[in-house]
């Protein structure tokens, strides 16, 4: 592990038009008061399950959260025993729960989801398998390792069993907007194919409540804690993995119907000493434009961070994409150019604590 703070802080500008990414429970846009107005709002838990979702269409190495965690160590011992029994299976798995001090119901389920990693699944079979008296050291060993990119970056909480909590390594912002925003209303109706020509009036009609928006994203990574979870080598190409799902990807709720579905307009990306940084202050005062958004935003995001600096320490990188002329940074040339000068940057600065620690 590293001796030094060492944080990345990763800001983005994305605007999205007619949309309800991120419902709250009567089916409006979730929103936010900041600054005196009503912010369109876009939660940390939906934008985590976006760059989860992602991470698999990716390949990325990524857990499962579920409450059937015993089910999935019963299909493992299985696979790697094609000879066990189902009783047999099942014994084990349950000694390997109360071993760890995680509580199964009458249906073999946990009492609250339970992220766990493949490679966790794999090695926990393997010492059922190898053997009948349980440790419970060795249990807890095994479910602390090997742990997936998104338990590694997001944690785990174990109610029954606080020993086998991780630590997150990575914190993600409510997406706001800049701006304030007036909730609107789409009211449609829907005919019958086969409605006779004598027949007059829709079939069904409905509303849906939506709302336009440029976002202030904002998410962080303490990249010795990621050290600590991982290792040095997959923990650079563990950030460079999550910035790149983080800004490509997208909550999907009323994806079909708005196919709302952008890119960002601006990434702002600092690898800093000393504390992280959120620049959501520079929005404080929303943006007010009749000519659109984006343009004022990247402005007052900018000169925030000019601001910033007279409390913090000098970053080791600040790189920028999607503003050619910005005098805050290194401008990346695109995203590739993004995570290669970040990685390498990242890189230089593990080995530089490395030596010094």
Do not use: C
Request: net charge negative.
């Amino acid at each position: 592990m590293t001796a030094k703070n060492l944080y990345l802080d990763i800001n983005v500008l994305q605007t999205v038009p007619s949309s309800n990414l991120n419902r709250d429970d009567t089916g409006a846009p979730k929103t936010a008061l900041y600054g005196g107005v009503t912010r369109a709002r876009v939660s940390s838990q939906s934008w985590k399950r976006a760059v989860r979702s992602t991470f698999r269409e990716d390949n990325v190495n990524v857990g499962t959260r579920t409450k059937e965690a015993a089910q999935l160590l019963v299909n493992e011992l299985k696979q790697q025993d094609t000879t066990l029994e189902d009783d047999v299976a099942w014994a084990k798995t349950d000694a390997a729960f109360k071993a760890a001090g995680v509580k199964l119901n009458k249906e073999h389920e946990t009492g609250a989801l339970l992220l766990i990693s493949r490679g966790q699944l794999e090695k926990l079979a393997q010492y059922l398998l190898a053997n009948d008296d349980l440790d419970k050291k060795e249990i807890k060993k095994v479910l602390k390792g090997d742990q997936s990119l998104d338990l590694a970056l997001f944690g785990r909480m174990v109610a029954d069993n606080p020993e086998l909590n991780v630590d997150a390594a990575a914190q993600v912002a409510h997406a706001i907007s800049t701006h304030e925003v007036v909730p609107e209303y789409d009211y449609f109706t829907a005919l019958d194919d086969l409605q006779g020509e004598d027949e007059t009036g829709a079939a069904m009609l409905g509303s849906i409540e939506y709302n336009s928006s440029t976002l202030y994203r904002y998410a962080n990574v303490n990249v010795n804690e990621l050290v600590h979870n991982l290792n040095a080598e997959d923990a650079v190409h563990g950030v460079a993995d999550f910035i790149k799902d983080f800004l490509l990807s997208m909550p999907t709720g009323k994806q079909n119907t708005f196919a709302n579905k952008t890119l960002p307009s601006y990434v702002l990306i600092t690898l800093r000493p000393d504390t992280p940084v959120n620049l959501v202050s520079a929005f404080e005062k929303p943006v007010d434009s009749r000519d659109g958004y984006v343009a004022a935003s990247i402005d007052r995001l900018e000169a925030e961070y000019q601001t910033t600096q007279q409390f913090v320490d000098t970053p080791r990188l600040n790189v920028v994409l999607g503003k050619a002329d910005s005098q805050i940074g290194e401008v990346a040339t695109n995203l590739a150019d993004l995570l290669s000068k970040v990685t390498g940057s990242l890189t230089e600065a593990i080995q530089d604590e490395d030596t010094n620690a």
